[in-house]
C-alpha cells in the first residue's frame, strides 16, 4: 500500500529564503508523485509531477522537486520565498491499483507561512 | 481553461437527511474521483469513478454513499443519512486517459452536518 509523508505541519521562512518542504513515500512499485498547493478557501492545484522521466522537475511558480529513489523522498524546494507563496503544501503519491484508476494518496500537508 | 466546478460551495444539514453534493468535470476527462478531508486531517480518497460505474471504493465510502453520472457532464455525491462525523470539505477531480495525466481539482463543497 502506498503512503506519503511531511515532516513538519508548519514551515516558517522570510520573504526571500529557501523553502523546502519535505515528503517521504512508500510504495510497492515505481510511483507517480506531486505536489499540490491549496489557497485559503480555493481548490488543490497541481504544482508539478514526477512520472518517472527527469529525477528534477520543474514546476509552476519557481518551485522544483527531485526525486530521490534511494531516500525514498521528493522533497520540494523555492530557491527564494515569495509573500504570495503562503499556503497548504501537499505531497501526494499515486500509483495504478487496477484499471488505470491511479488514486491519489495524500499527506497531511505542510502549511507555509511567509514573513516579511 | 478548463476547470472542475463544484456546488454548493457550502452544504449545512441536519444529522439523518440526504444530501446531493454536484461536481462538473472537464469535459474531454475519462476518470472521476471524490475527495475528502476533515478539518485538520489529510485529504483522502473516497471513491474513483470510470465508464459509468465504480472502479475502486475505500472503506469510508460504505453503503451510506453512492456516486452518479446521471447526464454525461455532472457527477454527484449523495450521502443518504448524514452522520456528524460526515462533516468535512468534499473535493471533486477529473482525469484524462492515460497513466501520465494528473488529478485537476474542484474548489469543493464544505459540508457542515448538526
Known amino acids: 500500500a502506498q503512503s506519503v509523508t511531511q515532516l513538519g505541519s508548519h514551515v516558517s521562512v522570510s520573504e526571500g529564503a529557501l523553502v523546502l518542504l519535505r515528503c517521504n513515500y512508500s510504495?510497492?512499485?515505481?510511483?507517480?508523485l506531486f505536489w499540490y498547493v491549496q489557497y485559503p478557501n480555493q481548490g488543490l492545484q497541481l504544482l508539478l509531477k514526477y512520472t518517472s522521466a527527469a529525477t528534477l522537475v520543474k514546476g509552476i511558480n519557481g518551485f522544483e522537486a527531485e526525486f530521490k529513489k534511494s531516500e525514498t523522498s521528493f522533497h520540494l524546494t523555492k530557491p527564494s520565498a515569495h509573500m504570495s507563496d503562503a499556503a497548504e503544501y501537499f505531497c501526494?503519491?499515486?500509483?495504478?491499483?487496477?484499471?488505470?484508476?491511479?488514486?491519489?494518496?495524500f499527506g497531511k500537508g505542510t502549511l507555509l507561512t511567509v514573513n516579511p | 481553461e478548463p476547470e472542475v466546478t463544484q456546488t454548493p460551495s457550502h452544504q449545512v444539514t441536519q444529522m439523518g437527511q440526504e444530501v446531493i453534493l454536484r461536481c462538473v468535470p472537464i469535459s474531454n476527462h475519462l476518470y472521476f474521483y471524490w475527495y475528502r478531508q476533515i478539518l485538520g486531517q489529510k485529504v483522502e480518497f473516497l471513491v474513483s469513478?470510470?465508464?459509468?460505474?465504480?472502479?475502486?471504493k475505500s472503506e469510508i465510502f460504505d453503503d451510506q454513499f453512492s456516486v452518479e453520472r446521471p447526464d454525461g457532464s455532472n457527477f454527484t455525491l449523495k450521502i443518504r443519512s448524514t452522520k456528524l462525523e460526515d462533516s468535512a470539505m468534499y473535493f471533486c477531480?477529473?482525469?484524462?486517459?492515460?497513466?501520465?495525466?494528473?488529478?485537476?481539482f474542484g474548489p469543493g463543497t464544505r459540508l457542515t452536518v448538526t
Open positions: 510504495s510497492s512499485v515505481p510511483p507517480y
Open positions: 469513478f470510470y465508464n459509468n460505474e465504480i472502479s475502486e
Open positions: 477531480a477529473s482525469k484524462g486517459d492515460g497513466q501520465f495525466y494528473e488529478q485537476y
Open positions: 501526494a503519491v499515486s500509483e495504478d491499483s487496477g484499471g488505470s484508476n491511479y488514486k491519489l494518496t
